[in-house]
C-alpha cells in the first residue's frame, strides 16, 4: 500500500497521479480507512470474523472479463460516491486505487496489491479505479447478502445518516 495526496492533474484516472507528497497511515486511521497486508487467507479470515463479515465474492476489472463495458465500468467506479454500509476489499491480484475524500475534501490516492486489505467506512466519499494495466482481482466482504449500492455525490446525499454519522466521527 502507497497513500498520497491526489496531483489532481487532468489526464486518464488510471494513471499514478502521485504529488509526491506521501500520507501517513495513521491519517488514513483518523479518516476511518483502515489499511492490512494479509499474506494469508487466514488472516483476512480473523478479520471477517472479528467484523461479522458473512458473505462473501470475488470481482475481476479487466478488458478481458468486463469486454465491451469494461470503460464504462471504470468510469462508473470512480464517480464519486458513499456506501451505507462500511466496504472492505481484499486485493488477489493486479493493481488498483481507491481516492478517498480527506476532513479538507481533497483526494488522497491509496495504491493497493495484492495481499493489501482495505475497510472504508460507511459515509466515506470515495471512488475507484484500476491502474494502468487493466487489470485487478479482488475478493468483497459483506456483514448480509452481497449488495453494492452507491449514493453518488450530491447535496442530499449528504444528508444520509451514513454519512452524517460519518461527519460526526472523523
Known sequence: MKSYWFDNIVGDQREDHDSGQSVDPEY???????????????????????RSYKNRDEIIVSP???GPAY?????????????EDEEIRYIL?????FDVRSTEDEWVRIRLV???LIILPAGIYHRFTT????????????KDEPKW?????????????ARQEYLSRA
Open 28 to 50: 488514513l486511521s483518523k479518516l476511518g480507512v483502515l489499511y492490512r497486508h494479509c499474506p494469508s487467507i487466514e488472516i483476512v479470515d480473523s478479520i471477517a470474523s472479528e
Open 64 to 66: 478481458e472479463k468486463m
Open 71 to 83: 470503460e464504462d465500468k471504470v468510469k462508473m467506479f470512480f464517480n464519486e460516491h458513499l456506501h
Open 93 to 97: 491480484d493486479g493493481e488498483g486505487f
Open 114 to 116: 495484492q495481499g493489501d
Open 131 to 142: 491502474d494502468n494495466s487493466n487489470y485487478i482481482k479482488a475478493m468483497r466482504l459483506f
Open 149 to 161: 449500492t452507491p449514493l453518488n455525490r450530491a447535496p442530499e446525499v449528504d444528508g444520509v445518516p
